[in-house]
């Protein structure tokens, strides 16, 4: 049923002056159509053994969250760089405790191929949130795709822009009950003893798989040093222990090792460079529209460059590596009911996958692209096509008499200026027009929340055809181990 909204008038549902013309004829959509087919049946099934996998998840990229940003591309028709992909399939993304999941124990899921409870973080579901003990027994902790590749020979490494202890790079290093304990002082805070329980941080910098990672870029210097230590652009410390984790990494005797804190530093690094550790910001790197209105590009990488950078640098080994890249921040985005920046955040993806997949060999590098959870953003009210993704659904009025957007989330953060206990804001009131600007929701909360329905999954590259159908999360790093033929599962 597609109820015929009241306030629109026939000649607004006239399709005579929206769309492309050549879209009004048969012929059009007939030969894509056989020309889609032709594509797919000469399409063949790359089954080499990878030498590389790069894995790309963005946080919190749900499926409308692609489809928004395709609009926001340049139409409805353009499509994503990871949507030229030959091969795609749905992820569940539910977790052990939790219909709705958070991105520690998905991934943990995705990292390591075990489910586990909300809010923990490489350790299986033995382990309740927060308990101080239970993961100091090495029995709960799982093992992740980076380790399984470089006891394979192979290096790894992580790109982020959020800290790079943040859920989910640290689910592939880092075993805790707790994904807040960052840094020493947030073990504390959380009432648990600090001397008995290894931070993130420090299981990132001296931990059996953090201290071997090759290549790790992000955010969060703050977490690796102490409170009296100055930090390089003023931004906060958190620790409570006097330490330096960023001097501890650089003097522990191996060669070609470089700590960089600036984009410039990245764009310049020593060719020789082996082993890699670029922290921009203090907390989590800026949002790209941000970094551009504050001026911040000389110090803030973007994802892309952040991502030629670790494949330069992993590339020199000849047995191949294990990369994983995070959009992080589409996620934030999101939870703030920005969507302007969520889908910044998302192109921004979408160009470091079309890098890296120029840069290497279908032949030899499978790229898989997914996302840990979804949310609740939604596109509705049958705006016109080509209207804007960020505008007013311009084909029906809400029966309270006013217009809406067409994004809506579902719930979103009570402080905002879109909550009203009195009954919804009127959408022609309010600006919509900044990157931070905050959009309509329905549910007054702190902030908006994760979503639990499935998120898609996309690949190109040696098995790629692998990845396809609905599948679990956590099937996702066995799928990559086997075309990497590494781990303890089936090899190819
Ligand atoms: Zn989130």
């Given at each position: 049923m597609h109820p015929r909204p009241e306030a629109a008038s026939k000649e607004s549902f006239s399709s005579r002056s929206i769309g492309h013309s050549w879209e009004r004829t048969s012929d059009y959509w007939i030969n894509l159509g056989h020309q889609h087919v032709n594509e797919r049946i000469s399409r063949s099934i790359n089954t080499n053994r990878a030498k590389n996998v790069i894995f790309f998840i963005g946080d919190g990229m749900s499926i409308p969250t692609l489809s928004a940003t395709r609009v926001a591309l340049g139409g409805e028709e353009q499509q994503l760089s990871w949507e030229k992909f030959p091969f795609s399939g749905l992820s569940k993304t539910y977790c052990v405790d939790s219909q709705v999941a958070d991105s520690s124990c998905t991934g943990t899921a995705y990292w390591t191929g075990v489910k586990t409870n909300y809010m923990t973080m490489g350790v299986n579901a033995q382990v309740p949130l927060g308990d101080c003990e239970a993961a100091l027994d090495p029995s709960t902790h799982t093992e992740s795709i980076a380790k399984w590749a470089m006891d394979a020979g192979k290096s790894a490494g992580i790109v982020t822009t959020t800290t790079v202890t943040h859920a989910s790079p640290g689910a592939g290093y880092a075993h805790v009950a707790d994904r807040f304990w960052e840094n020493d002082n947030f073990i504390r805070h959380s009432g648990c003893d600090p001397s008995k329980i290894d931070d993130i941080a420090k299981q990132l910098i001296h931990g059996p798989v953090g201290s071997r990672l090759s290549v790790v870029l992000g955010g969060g210097r703050g977490h690796m040093r102490d409170t009296s230590i100055p930090d390089e652009e003023?931004?906060?410390?958190?620790?409570?222990?006097?330490?330096?984790?960023?001097?501890?990494?650089?003097?522990?005797?191996?060669?070609?090792?470089?700590?960089?804190?600036?984009?410039?530093?990245?764009?310049?690094?020593?060719?020789?460079?082996?082993?890699?550790?670029?922290?921009?910001?203090?907390?989590?790197?800026?949002?790209?529209?941000?970094?551009?209105?504050?001026?911040?590009?000389?110090?803030?990488?973007?994802?892309?460059?952040?991502?030629?950078?670790?494949?330069?640098?992993?590339?020199?080994?000849?047995?191949?590596?294990?990369?994983?890249?995070?959009?992080?921040?589409?996620?934030?985005?999101?939870?703030?009911?920005?969507?302007?920046?969520?889908?910044?955040?998302?192109?921004?993806?979408?160009?470091?996958?079309?890098?890296?997949?120029?840069?290497?060999?279908?032949?030899?590098?499978?790229?898989?692209?997914?996302?840990?959870?979804?949310?609740?953003?939604?596109?509705?009210?049958?705006?016109?096509?080509?209207?804007?993704?960020?505008?007013?659904?311009?084909?029906?009025?809400?029966?309270?008499?006013?217009?809406?957007?067409?994004?809506?989330?579902?719930?979103?953060?009570?402080?905002?200026?879109?909550?009203?206990?009195?009954?919804?804001?009127?959408?022609?009131?309010?600006?919509?027009?900044?990157?931070?600007?905050?959009?309509?929701?329905?549910?007054?909360?702190?902030?908006?929340?994760?979503?639990?329905?499935?998120?898609?999954?996309?690949?190109?590259g040696p098995n790629a055809h692998l990845f396809s159908g609905s599948i679990e999360q956590s099937h996702l790093p066995h799928l990559m181990a086997y075309a990497l033929s590494v781990g303890n599962g089936p090899k190819r």
């Open positions: 003023g931004g906060t410390n958190y620790r409570g222990d006097s330490r330096d984790l960023i001097s501890e990494w650089l003097s522990d005797g191996k060669p070609n090792k470089k700590y960089v804190w600036n984009r410039n530093d990245l764009l310049n690094l020593p060719s020789d460079t082996e082993t890699l550790l670029g922290l921009f910001e203090s907390g989590d790197m800026q949002f790209y529209l941000e970094s551009q209105e504050r001026g911040s590009q000389n110090t803030e990488p973007t994802l892309e460059e952040m991502t030629r950078s670790a494949i330069n640098v992993l590339k020199k080994n000849p047995n191949g590596f294990f990369l994983f890249v995070e959009g992080g921040r589409i996620d934030h985005g999101h939870h703030y009911t920005m969507p302007r920046a969520a889908v910044a955040e998302t192109i921004e993806l979408h160009k470091a996958v079309q890098a890296a997949r120029d840069m290497l060999s279908e032949e030899d590098t499978l790229i898989v692209v997914s996302s840990d959870h979804s949310h609740t953003m939604s596109i509705s009210g049958y705006p016109t096509r080509g209207n804007d993704i960020f505008g007013k659904s311009d084909r029906i009025e809400a029966s309270d008499g006013m217009p809406y957007m067409t994004l809506n989330y579902a719930n979103g953060p009570i402080s905002s200026p879109q909550y009203k206990a009195t009954g919804r804001p009127n959408p022609a009131t309010s600006d919509f027009s900044h990157w931070s600007s905050v959009f309509p929701f329905h549910i007054p909360i702190d902030l908006e929340t994760h979503a639990g329905d499935d998120v898609g999954i996309f690949a190109s």
